[in-house]
Nanobody, 119 residues
Framework: VQLVESGGDSVPPGGSLRLSCAYS????????MRWFRQPPGQEREWVATISSLGTERTTYADSAKGRFTISGDNAKNTVYLQMNRLKVEDTGVYYCNARSRFGLVRDYWGQGTQVTISS
């Protein structure tokens, strides 16, 4: 299993970024794909989840609702996180996670991508 994030950058407040997570060794039918972030000096926190089993379903942390959109492209084996109206407090390392939907819990993580929101 491999998860590789990309798309992190430094942008001013109010800007937008799209993060990508290219995955292999997992499928969206067997795994929920999630984005987490870790602000400087703080613990890792959940941002958004996408579940695809029949009907696609997305859920968001309150801090992400209305500004972030998680989506998946099965053909490209990629999950995205579109982030709009970025705030300074969105700064952190963003991680992609795959968690098994069935049986024993299995978690896989990417290496993270840095997002910096600064004027």
């Amino acid at each position: 299993v491999q998860l590789v994030e990309s798309g992190g950058d430094s942008v001013p407040p109010g800007g937008s970024l799209r993060l990508s997570c290219a995955y292999s060794g997992v499928t969206l039918s067997e795994y929920n794909m999630r984005w987490f972030r870790q602000p400087p000096g703080q613990e890792r926190e959940w941002v958004a989840t996408i579940s695809s089993l029949g009907t696609e379903r997305t859920t968001y942390a309150d801090s992400a609702k209305g500004r972030f959109t998680i989506s998946g492209d099965n053909a490209k084996n990629t999950v995205y996180l579109q982030m709009n109206r970025l705030k300074v407090e969105d700064t952190g390392v963003y991680y992609c996670n795959a968690r098994s939907r069935f049986g024993l819990v299995r978690d896989y993580w990417g290496q993270g991508t840095q997002v910096t929101i600064s004027s």
